[in-house]
């Protein structure tokens, strides 16, 4: 089965910018898609399709998916971004893949 | 708007069945995938399987074949996820999710119901 590795926390301070990693196989020979989860709640989309965000998702949140690794980059982190994000891949053979989620903290 | 609005929270006991709907609205239910992701207290996101409303077609993950049915009434718009044979490891908020594209089985998922809690307990 195909497996998303996410480091279980990023910590960055206000103003500053946040990368979370998503490591696979190959990943970037597939469209790899973001979601933040605040506690208590749904998930929300951020960014699919590797870097295109969904309306009304800041342009702050962008993504990039090369060779083994996709990255979620958050620039000029608020506050209110803290929330545990996700990463998730379709893969043909496993079905539906998501990442462990990594907790974003901001200082 | 599209909205999917889940069931309520349940309490089952180990050996139970659960049945979980997600009643959709605002856009044509039979056009859309449908998938459940669960979610174990402080634990990640586990994809379950989908649902084609339209044909009623279903594919589970490889995990869940032979305790998880998919269902749907097309009727009242409504997809049901059951899973038997409850333990307390299920015990978890049960999601369902939309896919994003017309007729597209696997994907990204667009929009989310707020989520059922489901907790199995003697």
């Known amino acids: 089965s195909y497996v998303l590795t996410q480091p279980p926390s990023v910590s960055v301070a206000p103003g500053q910018t946040a990368r979370i990693t998503c490591g696979g196989n190959?990943?970037?020979?597939?469209?790899v898609h973001w979601y933040q989860q605040k506690p208590g709640q749904a998930p929300v989309l951020v960014v699919y399709d590797d870097s295109d965000r969904p309306s009304g998702i800041p342009e702050r949140f962008s993504g990039s998916n090369s060779g083994n690794t996709a990255t979620l980059t958050i620039s000029r982190v608020e506050a209110g971004d803290e929330a545990d994000y996700y990463c998730q891949v379709w893969d043909s053979s496993s079905g539906g893949v998501f990442g462990g989620g990594t907790k974003l903290t901001v200082l | 708007q599209v909205q999917l609005v889940q069931s309520g929270a349940e309490v089952k006991k180990p050996g139970a069945s659960v049945k979980v709907s997600c009643k959709a609205s605002g856009y044509t239910f039979t056009g859309y995938y449908m998938h459940w992701v669960r979610q174990a207290p402080g634990q990640g996101l586990e994809w379950m399987g989908w649902i084609n409303p339209n044909s009623g077609g279903t594919n589970y993950a490889q995990k869940f074949q032979g305790w998880v049915t998919m269902t749907r009434d097309t009727s009242i718009s409504t997809a049901y996820m059951e899973l038997s044979r409850l333990r307390s490891d299920d015990t978890a908020v049960y999601y369902c999710?939309?896919?994003?594209?017309?007729?597209?089985?696997?994907?990204?998922?667009?929009?989310w119901g707020q989520g059922t809690l489901v907790t199995v307990s003697s």
């Open positions: 999710a939309r896919v994003a594209g017309i007729a597209v089985a696997g994907k990204y998922f667009d929009y």
């Open positions: 190959n990943i970037g020979s597939k469209s």
